[in-house]
C-alpha cells in the first residue's frame, strides 16, 4: 500500500513510499516565505499535492493532527509581564488551514483515506518517548539509524515525515521494515 505522509508547517516536510519500502522517498516543500500571506502556502500546497497524484498516486494519507490551540499558549517570559504568546493566531490559523487543504484535495477530489495522527502517538511509536528531551534531534537520529535519511540531511521537517509515515504504516498498513532496528543500532 502506498502512503503519503506530511508534517505540515511553512515548509512541509513529505514521504511518498510504499508501506514498509526501506529507502522511501521523502523531502521537504517550501509553501512560503516570512511576510507572505498564509493562501500562498494554501495554493502552494495544493499544487504539490495534485503533482503528487500524478506522479505516485497513495491509497491512505498520514497527516500530524494540529496541535490544540492551548498548547500554542505558551508564556513569552521576556514579554513585559508574560503577557505576549509565542506562536501567533495567524501561525494556528494557518496550520488548521494547511489540514483543510489536504483533506479537500486529497479527500474530496481523489477520495483518498486522510488519517491524523497525535504527534505524541508518533514519537511514542517511532522513539518510544511521547516527550523525549530533545525530539527533533531525537527523530533525526532515529532517521539516520534507521538508513531512512543520510547522516548530513538534518531536515527536521522530513525527520519528522519519516516518523510519521513509519507509525501511519505500522498502525493503518499493517506494515513492518523488512530488517528491524532496535534503538542504537545503525542499518546496514
Not at 493562501?39 to 497524484?53: N, T
Not at 490551540?69 to 488548521?96: N, Y
Not at 525530539?135 to 543520510?150: E, Q, T, W
Request: proline share 5%.
Amino acid at each position: 500500500m502506498r502512503a503519503l505522509a506530511l508534517d505540515l508547517a511553512t515548509e512541509t516536510g513529505f514521504v511518498n513510499a510504499i508501506a514498509g519500502e526501506r529507502n522511501p522517498r521523502c523531502g521537504s516543500w517550501k509553501l512560503k516565505r516570512p511576510g507572505d500571506e498564509a493562501a500562498r502556502a494554501y495554493r502552494k500546497l495544493g499544487q504539490f499535492l495534485r503533482d503528487e497524484m500524478v506522479l505516485e498516486r497513495p491509497e491512505i494519507v498520514f497527516i500530524e493532527a494540529p496541535v490544540n490551540i492551548g498548547a500554542f499558549l505558551e508564556r513569552d517570559d521576556q514579554a513585559p509581564k508574560g503577557a505576549r504568546f509565542k506562536t501567533s493566531s495567524e501561525t494556528i490559523s494557518m496550520l488548521h488551514g494547511l489540514v483543510a487543504v489536504v483533506h479537500s484535495i486529497c479527500g474530496g477530489c481523489y477520495g483518498i483515506r486522510c488519517i491524523q495522527a497525535n504527534v505524541q502517538s508518533v514519537r511514542k511509536h517511532f522513539l518510544g518517548a511521547a516527550r523525549p528531551q530533545d525530539p527533533k534531534n531525537a527523530v533525526l537520529d532515529r532517521c539516520h539509524a534507521l538508513g531512512y535519511l543520510p547522516r548530513e540531511n538534518k531536515n527536521h521537517n522530513i525527520g519528522d515525515a519519516l516518523a510519521l509515515w513509519n507509525y501511519g504504516c505500522a498502525t493503518h498498513c499493517g506494515a513492518v521494515p523488512a530488517v528491524l532496528h532496535l534503538f542504537g543500532e545503525g542499518a546496514q
